[in-house]
């Protein structure tokens, strides 16, 4: 079955300590996102990239760093510059045309020690 | 900058009842407008893509909405269902910029439906 595939589930980050969360798409999609979700905020776009080896910033990349050197992957990693990382991070992809759905992983709850 | 929101915050019908969600857009040149369900602590599931041509588009008890000139979107549930209790999403990409999949996402309804 094609799909995206977060991990962990559940991830616990001690302070000054960069843990990165996984990503990974079987569904030959060009574009991979990454969202922060905060509770009464909705989702908000943390990066994206198009295409392998390139990725742009979104809304709120400050403290966040990604790399795309797969087309099936697009890992994030959280850093110790990122102050408040406490929240459910969701990754999505779709092909990077008009008029195609976003799918959704299910996501990864990050809390802090 | 696109500001989406969604009316109401949250939702608590009786089984069996028809209902609408409500989602408006403030720039108006988006390529189309995506409705995702999201059960707690899980990932968003995609109901429905309405295309900016498109008036209407139906999935079974969902009907999905589209007046892009007016900026609002309407999801209707009909005959609903205790399963079908969830947050409802909807979100636009951006007519502007390299991207097409930029989206910008709604707050959420929270629909609880009742036995």
């Known amino acids: 079955d094609g799909g995206i595939t977060q991990s962990p589930k559940y991830l616990f980050r001690k302070e000054g300590q960069n843990v990165t969360l996984s990503c990974e798409q079987n569904l030959n999609h060009d574009a991979m996102y990454w969202y922060r979700q905060d509770p009464g905020q909705g989702l908000r776009l943390i990066y994206y990239s198009q295409i392998v080896n390139d990725f742009q910033k979104g809304d709120i990349a400050e403290g966040y760093s990604v790399s795309r050197e797969k087309k099936e992957s697009f890992p994030l990693t959280v850093t110790s510059a990122q102050k408040n990382p406490t929240a459910f991070y969701l990754c999505?992809?779709?092909?990077?045309?008009?008029?195609?759905?976003?799918?959704f992983g299910d996501g990864t709850r990050l809390s802090i020690l | 900058k696109q500001e989406v929101t969604q009316i109401p915050a949250a939702l608590s019908v009786p089984e069996g009842e028809n209902l609408v969600l409500n989602c408006s857009f403030t720039d108006s040149a988006i390529y189309n407008l995506q409705w995702f369900r999201q059960d707690p602590g899980k990932g968003l599931t995609s109901l429905l893509l309405i295309q900016s041509s498109q008036r209407e588009q139906t999935s079974g008890r969902l009907n999905a909405s589209l007046d892009k000139s007016s900026g609002r979107s309407t999801l209707y549930i009909a005959a609903s269902q205790p399963g079908d209790s969830a947050t409802y999403l909807c979100a636009v990409p951006n007519a502007g910029g390299t991207s097409y999949g930029k989206l910008t996402f709604g707050q959420g309804t929270i629909l609880t439906v009742h036995p």
């Open positions: 999505a992809s779709s092909m990077d045309r008009p008029y195609q759905p976003q799918h």
